[in-house]
């Protein structure tokens, strides 16, 4: 389970990709966070939710991301 909080903008920033550059596009949890660690907190629950609990690969469609954060996976 991920904070509310991290929920709604990584399906904000998978939104924004797809909007980018259409429902191919991939991404890893990285793509949640800036090019620097001032949450790592924040930063080590979103690898574990993706990592861990879910054993994502390192790239994901990002459709897939979205669609599993809206189910409340």
Known sequence: MIKTS???KAIQICDDKIAKKGD???LSFYAFFANKNDDPELLM?????WI???RLD???KAVKIRDMLNTGL
């Open 45 to 49: 629950e979103a690898a574990e939710w």
């Open 6 to 8: 991290l929920r709604h």
């Open 24 to 26: 191919a596009v991939g």
């Open 58 to 60: 390192h790239f994901e």
């Open 52 to 54: 861990k609990t879910h």
